[in-house]
């Protein structure tokens, strides 16, 4: 049998159709080409943003038309949704898009081979009980393609933030921290075929917690974690660990001590800010302040010199005044960083900031985006144009899509560069030249050649 997975969102979501696949795999069921040949489509969301939503419902609308068909052609198609968009509509989905056959929520993966098993044996798609999609996430192991070099470990799930603009505490529950047996062995495993970079994954990393139980009975918080993984991935073929996502508020001095000690941990942090002005932060529950911030920045870059930002920025929340917009490009100017994921303000039902007042008409809102995204191209683009001239360790990554001669690569600053090289190469380190910058890409020059 087969099936096709579509995912949206985050590294996380990533990860856990990773571990989906794992366990249809398992079950010998191969991949198809589309949802087309698939006797199974799935369909991973997010929920974090309206836009995403539209895209799934747009995708959604397409399998509806594709199940018509195949129904008549006497080939059935099974359509699963899951993710943050399934846990937040709920069976509400099925309501107003019929061709879903089950909403698996985003903690009912346990499910997922009673679904398997009814569609191996042609019977309906079962009804889950209470008792079935209760919530308890489990994490699984991550499924490695061959020739994988680059794995995305989940330490973490959920969170106990509640930033007023976020959906997620809603969707994916309150934080559960992994067993860092589980994840070191995890580790290991990947260590073993040939990963060269890990990205340790979860909406709020640095609030990791494990109580204490089975292999690992004493508490362990995330610098602990930190030092566990530097010493399990040492001598091993991974160079690289990196983290994902990271609260301002909950990383720790002691974490980046951690980091500053093992060199194994990447000269880049995205370290989301959001906003620069303290009263929007205030409205947003984010619990910092701008100096706050920047501060913690200061510190990051002391302790690691080179290291670069990245971060998210929110324009437009309610009641944000032009004062309180100057402050985002007062921080910008001062936080350099190296790229943001910006974005405007959307109401999410359900989210405290939905009924706040004073909201800021469409029109302002994408003149101010426009702006900060002039202004940290204009830092990039700075940013980059210091670095020409350095020797740079790059993870190779593939081919590049503009000359099939060049290879693509990135830094552990997060850095993009191509440079002439062979096929051979990928998935493997190479000492490179930043010679020249195209655009954000630099161009480079193998010191082997
Ligand atoms: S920290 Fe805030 S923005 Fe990030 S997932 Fe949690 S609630 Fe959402």
């Keep these: 049998m087969k099936y096709f997975f579509e995912t949206y969102g985050c590294q996380m979501n990533t990860a856990e159709s990773a571990a989906l696949e794992l366990v249809i795999r398992e079950r010998g069921w191969t991949e198809a080409a589309s949802g087309e040949d698939a006797d199974l489509a799935l369909l991973n969301t997010c929920a974090v943003r309206a836009t995403a939503e539209q895209r799934v419902m747009g995708r959604l609308a397409h399998y509806t038309a594709l199940k018509k068909k195949r129904l008549a052609e006497g080939r059935p198609l099974i359509l699963i949704v899951t993710g943050c968009m399934a846990e937040r509509l709920g069976e509400k989905l099925k309501g107003s898009v019929p061709a879903v056959d089950q909403v698996m929520g985003t903690?009912?993966?346990?499910?997922?081979?009673?679904?398997?098993?009814?569609?191996?044996?042609?019977?309906?798609?079962?009804?889950?009980?209470?008792?079935?999609?209760?919530?308890?996430?489990?994490?699984?192991?991550?499924?490695?393609?061959?020739?994988?070099?680059?794995?995305?470990?989940?330490?973490?799930?959920?969170?106990?933030?509640?930033?007023?603009?976020?959906?997620?505490?809603?969707?994916?529950?309150?934080?559960?921290?992994?067993?860092?047996?589980?994840?070191?062995?995890?580790?290991?495993?990947?260590?073993?075929?040939?990963?060269?970079?890990?990205?340790?994954?979860?909406?709020?990393?640095?609030?990791?917690?494990?109580?204490?139980?089975?292999?690992?009975?004493?508490?362990?918080?995330?610098?602990?974690?930190?030092?566990?993984?530097?010493?399990?991935?040492?001598?091993?073929?991974?160079?690289?660990?990196?983290?994902?996502?990271?609260?301002?508020k909950d990383l720790s001095q002691k974490a980046i001590r951690v980091m500053a000690e093992h060199r194994v941990f990447a000269r880049h942090i995205h370290l989301c800010v959001q906003h620069g002005s303290d009263r929007i932060l205030k409205a947003m529950n984010r619990r910092y302040t701008s100096a706050e911030y920047l501060e913690l920045a200061a510190t990051l870059r002391t302790a690691m010199p080179g290291l670069t930002l990245s971060t998210d920025i929110l324009v437009g929340f309610p009641g944000e005044t032009g004062e309180d917009f100057e402050a985002i490009i007062t921080l910008m100017e001062k936080a350099k960083f190296l790229y943001a994921y910006m974005y405007h303000y959307n109401p999410r039902e359900g989210t405290a900031a939905y009924d706040l007042p004073d909201r800021v008409s469409e029109a302002v809102k994408l003149e101010r985006l426009e702006r900060v995204i002039a202004l940290q191209q204009k830092h990039t683009g700075e940013l980059l144009k210091t670095r020409v001239g350095s020797r740079e360790m790059v993870l190779v990554e593939g081919i590049s899509r503009k000359n099939a001669d060049e290879l693509v690569c990135r830094t552990e600053r997060d850095e993009m560069a191509v440079f002439p090289g062979k096929a051979s190469l990928i998935g493997s380190f190479a000492e490179i030249t930043l010679s020249s910058l195209r655009g954000n890409t630099f161009r480079g020059k193998n010191l082997e050649d």
């Design 107 to 248: 903690a009912a993966r346990q499910t997922f081979p009673l679904i398997l098993e009814a569609v191996e044996q042609g019977r309906p798609v079962p009804a889950l009980t209470d008792n079935e999609t209760k919530p308890v996430f489990s994490f699984s192991s991550s499924h490695l393609e061959p020739g994988q070099f680059r794995s995305f470990i989940p330490i973490m799930n959920g969170c106990n933030n509640f930033c007023s603009y976020c959906i997620v505490p809603y969707v994916r529950g309150r934080e559960v921290s992994r067993d860092p047996a589980a994840i070191l062995k995890e580790i290991r495993l990947v260590a073993e075929k040939g990963v060269r970079e890990i990205t340790l994954l979860g909406q709020n990393v640095n609030s990791y917690h494990w109580q204490g139980a089975g292999d690992v009975p004493g508490a362990i918080d995330f610098p602990a974690l930190l030092e566990m993984v530097a010493a399990a991935v040492e001598n091993t073929p991974i160079r690289w660990v990196r983290f994902l996502s990271s609260h301002p």
